[in-house]
């Protein structure tokens, strides 16, 4: 069991979690949804008026994945959710004329965020925050999930001004997937002819044991015959 925990958080982790933000792009795309118009940036793809507080059923495999997006020093391999386990990214507005906290000083415009899992603050482990306040800029945040939420194979979303883009993408979907269909087809041939080798040498040695097996067991018994 340990070993398999292990894998799966390395797995999250490695190669500056790549596997971690595709998979957790989806999902990431769904919250910046319901924060980006709290944070005056406008969205296509919002609600009129979106919720002030979204809440998430997940598996404990997503919240590994979740935070490993956002640095590796954010989740660790040893630890594994445990059961009930709760992480949260709550949007705060810096009031700059009100407040002269080591907080804002840290944050260039009037948002920022927190993250805290299972009651513990993890924002100072996010990568490009400080490490000493809880409260980090909105920007960092950005910085980090932004460049998951943007891809050259989502040719659908390109407007119709960047046909050439367009185009360009879905030629390098397309040779992507033939790449991989190809692979397979060839796998798939080369996989039948080994194991139909396998099964004639199998089948071969077979019947050869039982020939000799045959002969064998019946020179006793003709023995025995002519002995009596």
Known sequence: AQYSMQKIMFKSLYNNAEYSKLAMRPLWREIFTNMNPFINI???????????????????????????????????????????????????????????????????????????????????????????????????????????LEGPWECDSLSPSHDDDKSSCNTTIGTTIGGGVWSMVVLAIVSAAVGSFATITVLTKTKKSSTESSSSSSTPILYGSVQT
């Open 42 to 148: 406008p969205t296509t793809t919002a609600a009129a008026q979106p919720p002030k507080l979204a809440h998430f059923s997940v598996h404990d495999t997503t919240i590994i994945q979740l935070m490993a997006t956002l640095g590796d020093r954010v989740w660790n391999l040893t630890d594994w959710p445990p059961y009930a386990s709760m992480m949260i990214i709550e949007i705060h507005e810096i009031l700059h004329a009100h407040s002269s906290s080591d907080n804002d000083e840290n944050v260039t415009n009037n948002f920022a965020f927190r993250l805290v899992y299972n009651g513990n603050v993890m924002t100072p482990l996010v990568n490009g925050c400080p490490n000493t306040v809880e409260l980090c800029d909105i920007v960092v945040l950005k910085g980090l999930i932004d460049p998951l």
